[in-house]
């Protein structure tokens, strides 16, 4: 079956880096995607990783181990609007819709001054 | 680009009534687009995916009759909330793949926020 697991809540200071985990479990994989998404809002895309390794953008890095089936959503000088959700997504082939993605619960991010 | 709009934003309606929510891509196609519903502090729930010309896929547990969806075009999908309850108020939001960029990541519209009295 399917099943993506990241952390529920975490807090963090102002300035500091964050990583936010994400593992799953799927037959057959076809890329992972981590979102934002602040309440209240709709989700915004951050990043995308389909080979392993580190995909850097600006203060938010994403990384991915196919092997281990891991990832991980790292963020850099945080700042108070960082506080949102932080949803991981993989799109799995086998899926029966090779379109759609899978989600994770999603993980909230409190960034305290 | 890749911009997904939503319309309408807020709609309050009584139950028993019907609610039709428009899904726009603004800059490019979409062969298929994904309808999601998301409770308060809940991850999203994906309810159908909708594929343009043709008749959409409900995830198990959604009641096709009561969500109808239409995709008649490369740019338009709707969801209509047939014989709504209190019950199906939530948040509705639609994406929608770019499949030109090659990494098929969704793009999200804004969201509806559905409240029935």
């Known amino acids: 079956g399917q099943n993506i697991d990241q952390p529920t809540e975490m807090t963090a200071t102002e300035g500091a880096i964050v990583q936010i985990n994400c593992t799953y479990q799927t037959s057959g994989f076809n890329g992972l995607f981590w979102y934002q998404q602040h309440a209240g809002e709709a989700p915004t895309f951050l990043s995308y990783?389909?080979l392993d390794g580190l995909e850097e953008k600006g203060r938010f890095s994403s990384f991915l181990s196919r092997s281990k089936g891991y990832s991980y959503l790292l963020l850099k000088e945080l700042q108070m609007k960082d506080s949102a959700s932080y949803l991981c997504?993989?799109?799995?082939?086998?899926?029966?819709?090779?379109?759609?993605?899978?989600w994770g619960l999603g993980t909230s991010l409190a960034v305290n001054p | 680009g890749a911009v997904v709009s939503q319309h309408p934003s807020r709609v309050i309606c009584k139950s028993g009534t019907s609610v039709k929510i428009e899904c726009r891509s603004l800059d490019f196609q979409a062969t298929t687009m994904f309808w999601y519903r998301q409770f308060p502090k809940q991850s999203l729930m994906l309810m159908a995916t909708s594929n343009e010309g043709s008749k959409a896929t409900y995830e198990q547990g959604v009641e096709k009759d009561k969500f109808l969806i239409n995709h008649a075009s490369l740019t338009l999908s709707t969801l209509t909330v047939t014989s709504a309850h209190p019950e199906d108020s939530s948040f509705y939001i639609c994406?929608?793949?770019?499949?030109?960029?090659?990494?098929?990541?969704?793009?999200f519209g804004p969201g509806t926020r559905l409240t029935v009295t």
């Open positions: 994406s929608a793949d770019d499949t030109e960029s090659g990494v098929y990541e969704q793009y």
């Open positions: 997504a993989v799109r799995d082939y086998n899926a029966g819709n090779n379109r759609k993605l899978i």
């Open positions: 990783n389909v």
